[in-house]
């Protein structure tokens, strides 16, 4: 309990994270250029930009999935920079992805087990073979819970196949919520959805919004700039713009890009 209570000050002192100059090319295109970004503990962040401006290359950099070519990546303080995966996720970072990675011939409930495998939500080995009750208790309840945040309760025992894109989206947020991380990485949340479910994703993501430090990419303009205050815009790799809603929308580069983009 102390220690949680030390963590938790701990946490709340730091800025839960920073990007610091961060450059990654791919052969001869520079994807992220010298990119700097702080969000701190109780707040989220949006980003914008156009195709190709580097924001999933961002996220992947952030995440651990892809080294960064130059600059650091701090979680709560840690340097977690030539850090894996695991340990990101293990100081409280989670994502969702553009591209679906559920498992589609698997139930809801399997897939949101396998999201618990691995990241605390059992007992170590030994106990686990004594009790093994107690470790399904615990993952179950979590799972009952996960799915009641994000509206699937009654779906558990559903093929992912037999979800609607709506319902999939959905499971996709439970999964990432699954091992209760303190920020969550939202890539485009809201594509390819229909309007009735972006309704239905708007506001399951304003009320995540309330409990978790959230980082979104979104192309919904209105509803990225109705998240938060702090929005940066992307543009080829670079952050072309940093600020509230008022002064993006007020920004004359962010609205010449915008603008070329439409006539495009
Ligand atoms: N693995 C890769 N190999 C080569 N080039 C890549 C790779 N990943 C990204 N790129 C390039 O890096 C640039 C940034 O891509 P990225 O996907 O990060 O942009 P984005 O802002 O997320 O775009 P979108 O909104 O279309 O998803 C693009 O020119 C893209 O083609």
Known sequence: MINNEQTTQKKNRKPALVVKNASKSFGGVKAIDDVSLTIDSGRSRVMIGPNGAGKSTLFNLITGEIPLDEGRVFIYGEDVTKKAVQRRSE????RTYQISNLFHELTVKENMYLALQGKGWELPNFFSFFIPWFKNEKRTSRVKEVAESVALENKLDTLVSNLSHGEQRQLELGIALAPDPDIILFDEPM????PSERVFMKKLIKRLATEKIILAIEHDMDFALSLTND???LHQGATIADGTPDEIKQNE???KIYKIQNTE
């Open 91 to 94: 100081l409280g970072l989670s």
């Open 191 to 194: 594509a390819g959805l229909s």
């Open 231 to 233: 929005v940066t815009v």
């Open 253 to 255: 580069d962010v609205r």
